[in-house]
């Protein structure tokens, strides 16, 4: 049978059939949920069970009231009523699978590889800004990368893949692939988007190759002409970890709206700059975010801290924290 999902405190209701999750459903009826991996490891998609019983993959039942129940991987087995963190309306998804052609691959660092696609002659890729795609492998398994590159530019897909010891990507295929090799993908994926609403200033909080989604959300609001003041704090182990420093500056010496600040963890003793947790290198700046909206990307530990520091510490609003977790790719998550 068909069940009913209702959201507290709105006229919000949609069907959820007994085998779908409630985020699938809620996409499907043209509400957006906030979401990264949809494998039940980020968080991302979080919220409350306020009323009913809920099937979660590989954690028993969620019986209302019940909080921090992964909207990903829950399936009524009632009609339900819930708190998600958000949820707005848009447009249904479309999402299309093709095979693109490998045209160029570049290793700015030896851990890095940026991997640009081409799409078919005519076909131009549909995506918002900070959105992801899928790369299916030979057996269907599939890894989720963050496309790097801005939407107006969409003959073709920038994709920047992070070498992971035993990934079988970035080991197994990345290491095969050459000029028109061909990759099957599906995109887009993930609500990590700049909030169209709003004129808050942003801060943005990379760690490793979470500066992949930041890349196309900057680059895609100047392109806009944005009002917005950006401020990137991309955090890593050593200086050559920030892999592209020279956008960032270009961006920074570009617009006056726009600041880069990187940060080291382990740095040499010849680095002049921030070190420390990248996170906390934005406390130091700024003690009050309570005016400001974050987008986090990176390590699940990066950016838990990130929100529960900038929460409780700073006064950020938790709904104006944005996130996009990212663990190596066997766990199945958007590793950017």
Same mark, same amino acid.
């Given at each position: ?267 040499? +003793? $010849?680095?002049?700059?921030?070190? %420390? &947790? ?6 130091? @700046?700024?003690?009050?975010? /309570? #005016? ?15 929100? +529960? $520091?900038?929460?409780?510490?700073? %006064? &950020? ?6 996130? @996009?977790?990212?663990?190596? /790719? #066997? ?6």
């Amino acid at each position: 049978m068909t069940y009913q999902v209702t959201v507290t405190g709105s006229d919000i209701n949609f069907p959820c059939e007994p085998d779908e999750s409630v985020l699938d459903a809620a996409e499907r009826a043209g509400y957006a949920i906030p979401y990264s991996c949809r494998k039940g490891v980020c968080s991302s998609c979080e919220g409350a069970l306020d009323a009913g019983s809920l099937a979660v993959r590989c954690r028993g039942t969620a019986q209302g009231p019940e909080n921090g129940v992964l909207f990903c991987q829950a399936q009524p087995t009632t009609d339900v009523v819930i708190t998600p963190k958000r949820i707005t309306e848009r447009d249904k998804v479309v999402r299309k699978q093709l095979t693109a052609k490998v045209h160029r691959i570049t290793r700015p660092t030896p851990d890095v590889a940026v991997v640009q696609l081409r799409l078919p002659t005519g076909v131009r890729a549909k995506f918002a800004a900070g959105q992801y795609l899928k790369v299916f492998l030979d057996d269907g398994d599939s890894r989720n990368y963050s496309m790097a590159n801005p939407p107006h530019e969409n003959d073709g897909v920038q994709l920047h893949i992070r070498h992971v010891q035993g990934g079988r990507f970035s080991e197994e295929v990345l290491r095969t692939l050459e000029k028109g090799s061909k990759l099957r993908i599906e995109l887009p994926y993930g609500e990590f988007s700049l909030n169209p609403d709003s004129d808050r200033p942003v801060i943005f909080v990379a760690s490793g190759t979470g500066f992949a989604p930041v890349k196309s959300i900057v680059e895609d609001h100047l392109k806009r002409g944005g009002e917005r003041s950006l401020h990137l704090y991309w955090g890593a182990r050593r200086q050559e970890d920030i892999y592209l420093p020279e956008l960032p500056e270009k961006w920074a010496s570009v617009s006056d709206r726009v600041s880069f600040t990187p940060v080291l963890s382990h740095p040499a +003793e $010849d680095w002049t700059g921030r070190t %420390g &947790l990248v996170h906390r290198a934005v406390l130091e @700046d700024l003690a009050d975010l /309570s #005016g400001h909206e974050v987008y986090a990307c990176g390590s699940p530990a990066m950016t838990s801290a990130a929100r +529960e $520091d900038f929460v409780h510490e700073a %006064g &950020l609003a938790p709904d104006n924290f944005y996130c @996009d977790a990212f663990v190596p /790719s #066997g766990d199945l998550v958007v590793t950017a």
